[in-house]
């Protein structure tokens, strides 16, 4: 009589691995059968989920109209491949997704969406799923392309470079030759941002934007306009910096150390400018507004 304890020691899936080879004996030189295949040499990762609280939440923008309770977001950037097997790795990871739910259909297959997003247009990609007699392409929003016939999840990928709604405009100033307009316009709309949550944000972006466009950033910072709006930007950064150099400094009860905890602090803020906004030293301290004094001890230092 079988008992519970002997339940719990069958090996179902040894079992059914040589079952499996049985069956495919016939063919054993033509396939291989892995068991317990490693999908990549770390545990499989899923780039960012976007979870609605409410699902019946409607994200009123050209990409979250499509989105329902869970949507899976990969991103691919400049460098990345997007091909027709990083489709089907994207399908597969939502399968794995779902089925690793807390019990037995705890997230639904109707509940899930699956988002790619890209700067450049994957013609190569588009041209392969065309061809295909069961799959389709829509283009329902400037940008925006719906994949037809890979299965019950909906599929989109996403063309930043095209999208023309302003939601994104902190996508499409990520890229290598975005549009001065667009730098521009997300400077000056940063200046508005409010909350460290969101200023360290922008801040993120600005950093992989300006190492994008290093060119186009030199021309933006020599402008005294636009090194004003950079000054506003990075002050909370630089106020920070010198209130911790002073902080340190009469914690030590040393004034000088104080000072030159500062002095430290500025020179900092110069070289983060400049690698964050490609601008050279004399910009960057133009913008800062480094005295004449500081500015030559700083350039002996650079």
Known sequence: M???TNKKRIDWHAGFAGGLELSFRKYSKQIDIDREYELTKQSPRIDFIVIKKAPATVIDNAVGRAFRKYNII????????????????????AGLYKGLGGTVDAIPEDELTITIFRSSYPRKLFGQIKKSRH?????????????KGFGPIPIQVVVTRQLTDETFL???VMMHGASEADVRHFITETR????????????AVLVVSAAANKDLYRKIGKESEMN????????????????????????????????KGAENARFTAVKNLMDTFSLSAKDAMKALKISAAEQKKFMAML
């Open 2 to 4: 079988e008992t519970k």
């Open 74 to 93: 990969e991103y691919k950037n400049p460098n990345d491949a997007l091909n027709i097997d990083v489709i089907w790795k994207c399908i597969g990871y």
């Open 135 to 147: 799959k389709d392409i829509e283009n329902p929003y400037p940008g925006v392309y719906l994949l």
């Open 170 to 172: 902190a996508l499409k």
């Open 192 to 203: 508005k941002l409010k909350g460290k949550g969101v200023k360290n944000d922008a801040d």
């Open 228 to 259: 004003d709006v950079l000054e506003e930007i990075l002050k909370d950064k630089i106020d920070a910096s010198n209130a911790e150099a002073e902080k340190r400094g009469e914690k030590r009860g040393e004034k000088k150390g104080e000072k």
